[in-house]
């Protein structure tokens, strides 16, 4: 790992998971299938899988025994995905693992021989734009589809409003597109750069939105969710701090007693081979 590598928490992906999960365009899936080798085991590469949820979540709608090859740098996570994947497909068939402690902006086209599917879920936007092409050049050389879920897009809706929502947003986009150790981070527009790149490579990209939906029902998710998306703003651009620490306090007390709703918007995206 980098010095300069964010460690993605184990605890924040357990508490989104439930979100992502409803979030995700389940007809995309159905346009999948058909690609799984009949009566064979698919073999499907989770890309920056974290504690698992993609195939927490896809698993068990696919029919046909699957193997799953999980990858991700941190160690921790990869533990976690492999002790909680489900064992058996929607008919029942076995679901094995294996995991990979790997940097996956280094992966070539071998690493992914024979896949039947790659996926990814929450990772696009911390691409550069050259780790982007590659990953999209490296998904197309294995001629099978790619399914990129939960890709934030720089947009979300408070209810009720308020008048530094729209700063707080613009600060927060610009620290996703933020230079570090030398990468610029693509952030929300990792995801139209993947569609261009898939397109250009000659794949059929499918696109649906996946937006998450925060009520009262999910107070928790809600209050992380806005310290962090105010903490990343104030780190971007501290003159925000001294307005954005009330703003943050009421806005956080009215996550937590249920009365602020929330569409963070994001994109999914299917492409697929011609
Ligand atoms: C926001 S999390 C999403 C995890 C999981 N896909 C999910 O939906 O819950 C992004 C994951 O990508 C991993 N990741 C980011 N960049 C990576 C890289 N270059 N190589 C390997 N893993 C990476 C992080 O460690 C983290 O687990």
Do not use: K
């Amino acid at each position: 790992m980098t010095a300069e590598t964010v460690r993605v928490s184990p605890a924040w992906l357990r508490l989104r998971e439930p979100a992502d999960a409803a979030a995700r365009a389940s007809d995309l899936v159905e346009q999948i299938q058909p690609y799984l080798p009949a009566g064979d085991r698919a073999l499907i590469h989770d890309l920056g899988c974290g504690t698992g949820s993609m195939g927490r979540w896809l698993a068990p709608r696919l029919t046909g025994p699957q193997h799953w090859m999980m990858y991700d740098r941190d160690a921790d996570l990869l533990t976690g995905a492999a002790a909680e994947m489900p064992g058996a497909a929607a008919d029942g068939a076995a679901v094995t693992i294996e995991t990979r402690q790997r940097d996956i902006t280094r992966l070539d086209p071998g690493d992914l021989a024979g896949a039947s599917l790659i996926t990814a879920s929450a990772l696009l936007d911390m691409f550069t734009a050259g780790e982007l092409e590659r990953f999209a050049a490296t998904c197309a050389r294995t001629g099978c589809p790619v399914l990129v879920t939960i890709s934030v897009i720089g947009r979300v809706e408070l209810t009720p409003a308020d008048p530094l929502d729209a700063r707080v947003a613009g600060a927060f986009n610009a620290h996703q597109r933020r230079s570090t150790g030398g990468r610029r981070l693509l952030g929300p527009d990792a995801v139209g750069a993947a569609v261009d790149a898939f397109t250009r490579l000659g794949l059929d990209v499918l696109v649906r939105p996946s937006p998450w939906r925060l009520g009262a029902a999910q107070a928790d998710l809600t209050a992380e969710w806005f310290s962090g998306w105010v903490g990343a703003a104030c780190e971007q651009q501290p003159e925000l701090t001294v307005a954005a620490t009330s703003y943050a306090r009421h806005r956080v007390a009215e996550a937590t007693a249920g009365r602020l709703s929330v569409r963070v918007h994001h994109l999914d995206l299917l492409a697929r081979p011609r």
